[in-house]
């Protein structure tokens, strides 16, 4: 007999498409970061001087291909596969949700302080930070809307 696969809803292919979009791009571009530490193509180096504490790109590429890129990935990870990881069940006790529905929330709020960072840090503005911002606002708003919900939801243990 043939397994039957639920379809998954259109806020979770809209969610796991962003997911992807940060996830590859982010960890391309931190690794540019890192490779070219004083500037590249796409990153001035005069930028550096507006930013304090920093004197390279080595610390902002680590966190954009580490924790945006990464976590963008791993996200979308779970949301398409939805694979158990000892580690994180606590997280999906706390939230009834498969670890991946507050994953795909923290990436949102992360690459949303990203992009705030760039705008108070960075002089030059780029319609690529709207696209991004697009992506932060759905990745923070999808998860509350109940297909979503549904979709990553627990399953109930049955008591009897």
């Known amino acids: 007999m043939a397994r039957t696969r639920a379809r998954r809803p259109g806020t979770v292919r809209t969610a796991a498409g962003a997911l992807g979009l940060v996830g590859i791009t982010g960890v391309a571009g931190g690794i540019e970061m890192i490779l070219y530490q004083h500037s590249?193509?796409?990153?001035?180096?005069?930028?550096?001087?507006?930013?304090?504490?920093?004197?390279?790109?080595?610390?902002?590429?680590?966190?954009?291909?580490?924790?945006?890129?990464?976590?963008?990935?791993?996200?979308?990870?779970?949301?398409?596969?939805?694979?158990?990881?000892?580690?994180?069940?606590?997280?999906?006790?706390?939230?009834?949700?498969?670890?991946?529905?507050?994953?795909?929330?923290?990436?949102?709020?992360?690459?949303?302080?990203?992009?705030?960072?760039?705008?108070?840090l960075i002089p030059d503005r780029s319609a690529v930070e709207a696209v991004y911002a697009a992506a932060a606002l759905a990745l923070l708003g999808l998860p509350a809307l109940p297909s979503f919900r549904d979709h990553t939801a627990l399953p109930v243990p049955v008591s009897g």
């Open 40 to 120: 590249n193509r796409f990153v001035d180096g005069d930028w550096l001087a507006g930013i304090p504490l920093v004197d390279s790109y080595r610390v902002p590429g680590l966190v954009l291909a580490g924790v945006i890129g990464g976590g963008a990935t791993a996200a979308c990870l779970g949301l398409l596969r939805r694979p158990h990881v000892n580690l994180l069940v606590p997280v999906e006790q706390r939230t009834g949700q498969h670890w991946s529905w507050a994953a795909t929330r923290l990436t949102g709020g992360a690459l949303s302080v990203w992009l705030l960072t760039e705008l108070l």
